[in-house]
């Protein structure tokens, strides 16, 4: 099939594709502004000098499950741009956001210490909403044609200065894609509607289920475990769960634990990942159809009252 006939969004969507347990991995998040035009891969097409790219490449070596993102508003070419080191971790996630004049300056900027919790290295610690939508049409032409819509309608509510255009988060063809930093939680086929409404569940605390793809911080088969959790029990505050423990319990299979807050119960839920029925051109760049990766939930189970919240 023509890259020109088909969007793989909406190929995914035509199939039923199921997005829990898909969310980009990550702990520790970069966030560059750079308001001018982004290649395929932003970072290494742009046009910052080579020793800040390699300073940049660097970080990401050292600093264990960290990601890198460019980031705009416009392209209008301020004095200063911003830069944010963002810990998303599931209990006190928060971002520092730095105000920097010269790209150079990021080779100053102690991020480890930052990203440890350490240091603000002069920045604003915040735990405040920090909404990004991945806007990479040169990535992919999802990205732009579901995206920019939605961009522009998040931007054009009370919360404008925390909504942000990025560069690729992962998962081309759950486009659009909305992540809420600092606690990174991805969601996936996200209209303007429903832009609007996960802003203002994620503003009070709580998590939207239908786009739900899962927490950045944790690894795939536990994204799908939050999910089956909260779908089968209903709970939906961001704190009402806390990660109680995971194991394999098979090749494909594990069982991963949740306790709810304040003393509640503690949820074992078994999971097993499967390929798909259906096969799929995953990017609009690719040249194959191929099955991908799905959850299911082989069971739910009660074991035991929390020992505490």
């Not at 049409?137 to 509510?157: E, H, I, Q, V």
Request: hydrophobic residues 40%; positive net charge; charged residues 25%.
């Amino acid at each position: 099939m023509s890259q020109s006939l088909f969007y793989c969004s909406e190929l995914s969507a035509r199939s039923g594709e199921r997005v829990f347990g898909t969310a980009s991995t990550g702990e520790v998040w970069l966030l560059v502004e750079y308001p001018f035009a982004w290649g395929p891969k932003a970072m290494e097409s742009s046009a910052l000098a080579p020793a800040i790219k390699e300073h940049l490449a660097a970080l990401l070596k050292a600093i264990p499950r960290s990601r890198l993102l460019f980031i705009k508003q416009d392209s209008v070419c301020r004095e200063d741009f911003n830069f944010f080191v963002v810990r998303s971790r599931a209990r006190a996630p928060y971002a520092v956001r730095l105000r920097l004049t010269d790209y150079k300056d990021l080779l100053g900027v102690d991020v480890a210490r930052i990203a440890a919790g350490d240091s603000t290295g002069g920045g604003e610690a915040t735990r405040d909403p920090l909404l990004l939508v991945c806007t990479h049409g040169k990535r992919d032409k999802c990205c732009a044609k579901f995206g920019n819509p939605l961009y522009k309608s998040l931007r054009a509510t009370d919360g404008a200065a925390s909504v942000w255009q990025s560069s690729h988060v992962g998962g081309d063809r759950f486009a659009a894609n909305l992540v809420c930093f600092p606690h990174g939680l991805f969601y996936a086929r996200v209209s303007e509607g429903a832009g609007a409404r996960v802003a203002a569940e994620y503003a009070r605390g709580r998590i939207v289920l239908e786009s739900f793809r899962g927490r950045a911080c944790f690894a795939h088969p536990v994204q799908a475990a939050e999910y089956f959790v909260r779908a089968e029990t209903g709970v939906v505050g961001l704190d009402a769960l806390r990660l109680a423990g995971r194991e394999r319990a098979g090749a494909l299979t594990w069982r991963v634990r949740f306790a709810q807050s304040g003393g509640g119960k503690i949820y074992e839920a078994t999971v097993t990942s499967r390929a798909s029925e259906f096969q799929n051109f995953i990017t609009c760049h690719a040249s194959e159809e191929r099955r991908v990766t799905e959850f299911v939930l082989d069971g739910l189970d009660v074991l035991a009252p929390a020992a505490g919240g």
